[in-house]
């Protein structure tokens, strides 16, 4: 791999993020409402407050020019502040991004965790009743949305059993065992709803890549050589099956945190997504722009990153 | 009973020949009730009690952590730019006003020593000015003194066009000067009769001069503590997470003794309604949830786990339908329901009348909304002082048939009655939310019934209620036959509200929409009342203007009541608390304590 490769791909992403960063804003600025309706409906704010607000954060100025304006800024490093909080965009998105990077992560390995093991034996052994119920659960998990595992999650766990709390806080008090017996606790749901979902998917591609590959001659090869079942399967299978694996977990990362979004406001999990969600109710938009670009510029990141492993999983692929 | 009468008694109170229990109980008995009779004492020079809430512990601290939950959780920290009421809350966590608003309407002072009133000098005799005394011996959190200087600071940081504070319709018309360090007089431009609103509840949080003063006007974005309040309150700022999280512990040196009971507070963001009552009647994870629009019968169902209760209080707010007094389907100068038009059938009373008979308040209120909102027959229902009497409201279909009959409204060949080639066909608009459609349909099929056709029509929220000059469906613009919303005064005195029917407020192009009499409807008559209840100082005499404006509006059916909108909250069933309709929830949070 080269660093000329690496340039020209960050290289290429700048017009897929420039059009992104219009589409985006052109769209939140056709959508009704703005950041101070809430003041129109009180009787005690003067319509002027309103007015004075607005022409303070430049919300009466065209919509190219408050593009630029934002470009301009943007391209400086300044992401601009939030209508609603008066804070800094970045400032905010960090606040939330410790939160999020780990629900999802953890989720992520979950997934993993659980889809790995069980596609290759699946595929190891296919048709066979373990196979049958591993398929069946896969697709119920993927079947049933987060939302609503997510709530039968709670009525279960949080309100029948009273096992955990249902409410995810990110400045759980205490230290030591205390308290990361509190982050399991506060967790676990959250982090399962997302883990199994994504699990579920996985363990499908999982086996029917593993299964391809089985069928190799190599795989005949390997065995007839002697080799056990456990080291043909660990050592020659899953590696190989593993590549489209890769794609698609490294293509799926940015929707799990689409997904995390509905995820977060259920279990009131301080990250991007809930931030998401109230900025664009609130019409805050550099906000969501800059919440958004994140998302747009994780997309890229991504993509590089299950191209990389291309080249480790497998030297025969080439980059130029 | 006559103002002479009333006078009277009061000078009985004042000297001593009645106690203030007995007034207020004759009061109650001429249906005035006891804010209303506090009031007029207060101006008839008898000092206001200062309220005495039995708060029971003997020592600050030792209540663990207090956690409230906020489904919308506050975003930023600064009172004078709170957009919301989850701002104003969480800057109320830590900045307190010179005054708040109890559950009764009546004003309890916080950073005042004592409520001005006539007696003690405070409220000047042609009502143009009024004078604070501030509590002596409070401390900021950072340790430096609150003196007179921080309260005019506020005034002149408010009032810049610069700061573009929301806070601003509270100070822009009056003058404040320091009279001392410890003493303020505020300056009307004219005799002012409410002169409770500068430095009261959420408009008037006082926030730090040594702080601030760098940083007013074009530079208020940069104050760094905009996100680390320093105030006067019973908790000192720990952590702020926008949206999300904001934290206090305990102050040390709060300036009520044996107060606050609670180690630490939490103010909780995130989440729906819903799940917020349940972390609190069902499994108790949090205090206290606010703002619970969530349908009674789930309050009630949740409310059967026993850990809280459900505490409804009654504000000002109300939900009534509104009609347009000009016509919404001609256009004349690029606007639609212009002044200039009238509507060809709503114009008529008697179908107004009819329309007023056909709204069935108890079924919506039993089958809808539930404690959630009780049907009333007052455009301005709360505090009591200032609620009709003589108004009541009916469900009538064979009345209203009756009324159209005789007014030569006649069926024709579908059903819909017709006069003069005009037929009651009316659009009904509201915003999108589900009691609100529950309402249109039990209104429509009572409407069918008496021959008048209603077209429904549902309008997203964020449309509905936003201010976009450019789009026909705001509910300012009005571009319909029929609306529905909630409103109501925010503060306890219905004053400034009940501008919403002046003649020189109509909402129109010409204004951008920003007037506030959006029915169009043109009274001299109320106009009349509204000039001379604006600079009438005898409370007496201008509760019965107030009153009489309500009964115009009402009796003219400008706009029908539906139901009530009071707040609805979920506490534990341990916490001992006193809310106000007419303020934050936590206005009193300082005297919250748990009984264990």
Known sequence: MSGAYLLRRILLAIPAMLGISVILFTVLALAPGDPFGELVSNPNVPASVQAALRAKFGLDDPVWQRYLHWLVAMLHGDWGFSFVSRINVDTLILQRLPVTIAVIGASQVLAIMIAVPVGVLAAARPYSLFDQVANTLAFIGFSLPTFFTGLLMILLFSIRLNWLPFVFRADLPGAGWAWWWGELQQSIMPVAVLGLYQGASLVRFVRSSAMDVIKLDYVTTARSKGIGQRRVLIRHVVRNALIPVVTLVALQMPVVFGGAIITEQIFRVPGIGSLLIASILSNDTPVVMGVTFVFAGLVVLFNLIADILYGWLDPRIAFR | ?596
């Open chain 2, 1 to 596: 009973m006559e103002p002479q009468e009333l006078k009277g008694i009061i000078g009985q109170v004042k000297r001593g020949r009645m106690s203030r229990r007995a007034f207020i109980n004759r009061m109650l008995a001429v249906g005035l009730t006891a804010p209303m009779a506090t009031q007029l004492l207060a101006i008839g020079g008898v000092a206001m009690a200062q309220s005495a809430s039995p708060y029971k512990p003997t020592k600050a601290g030792g209540g663990g952590t207090l956690k409230l939950l906020w489904w919308q959780g506050p975003t930023l920290l600064n009172p004078h730019f709170a957009v919301g009421t989850k701002d104003q809350d969480g800057s109320r966590l830590f900045y307190e006003p010179l005054a708040a608003w109890n559950s009764t309407g009546d004003l309890v002072p916080i950073l005042a020593a004592e409520l001005p009133s006539t007696e003690n000098g405070g409220l000047a005799a042609d009502g143009k000015s009024v004078i604070w005394k501030l509590k002596k011996g409070v401390k900021w959190h950072d340790g430096q003194p609150f003196t007179a200087d921080d309260v005019v600071f506020n005034w002149s940081y408010a009032k810049d066009p610069a700061t573009a504070a929301v806070t601003a319709g509270s100070y822009n018309n009056i003058v404040v000067e320091k009279i001392d360090d410890y003493t303020v007089k505020v300056v009307f431009s004219k005799p002012s009769p409410f002169w409770a609103d500068a430095f009261v509840s959420s408009n008037g949080m006082i926030i730090p001069k040594h702080l601030f003063e760098n940083f007013s006007g074009d530079k208020s974005r940069d104050a760094p503590t905009n996100l680390k309040p320093v105030g006067t309150g019973p908790y000192l700022f720990k952590d702020f997470r926008p949206g999300d999280l904001v934290s206090g512990v305990i102050n040390p040196n709060y300036h009520q003794p044996n107060r606050p009971y609670f180690d630490a507070v939490e103010m909780k963001g995130g989440g729906d309604a819903a799940s917020a009552a349940r972390a609190v009647l069902q499994t108790g994870e949090y205090d206290f949830a606010w703002n619970l629009q969530v349908e009674d019968e789930v309050l009630t169902r949740l409310e059967a786990g026993g850990k809280g209760e459900v505490r409804v209080t009654e504000g000002g707010s109300i939900e009534h339908i509104q009609l347009n007094n000009t016509d919404p389907n001609v256009e004349v100068d690029g606007e639609r329901s212009s002044i200039k038009t009238k509507h060809p059938t709503l114009s008529d009373p008697a179908v107004r009348q009819a329309l007023s008979l056909l709204v069935d308040k108890d079924s919506v209120h039993k089958y809808i909304y539930g404690r959630g909102g009780a049907a009333t027959p007052n455009f301005i229902f709360n505090p009591k002082r200032f609620a009709s009497t003589t108004t009541k409201y009916e469900f009538n279909v064979d009345k209203a048939i009756a009324i159209l009959d005789k007014a030569g409204w006649v069926p024709g060949p579908d059903g819909t009655r017709a006069k003069d080639g005009k037929s009651l066909k009316y659009v009904f608009q509201t915003s999108i939310n589900q009691p609100r459609q529950k309402t249109q349909q039990i209104i429509k099929q009572a409407c069918k019934k008496a021959g008048i056709e209603i077209e429904i029509k549902a309008v997203t929220a964020s449309v509905f209620f936003s201010s976009d000059v450019a789009n026909p469906d705001t509910y300012p613009h009005f571009y319909t036959d029929l609306q529905m919303y909630t409103t109501g005064p925010i503060q306890p005195d219905p004053g400034l509200f009940l501008q919403m029917f002046l003649s020189t407020e109509v909402a129109q192009k010409a204004n951008k929409w920003q007037g506030r009499n959006i029915t169009r409807w043109q009274s001299p008559d109320y106009d009349k009342i509204f000039h001379e209840s604006e600079t009438e100082l005898d409370p007496v005499k201008r509760a019965a203007q107030l009153i009489q404006l309500n009964d115009l509006a009402i009796n003219n059916v400008v706009v029908i009541p539906v139901v009530t909108r009071p707040s609805v909250a979920a506490l534990n069933k341990q916490l001992k608390c006193e809310l106000s309709g007419f303020d934050s929830y936590i206005w009193d949070y300082a005297n919250w304590y748990k009984d264990v």
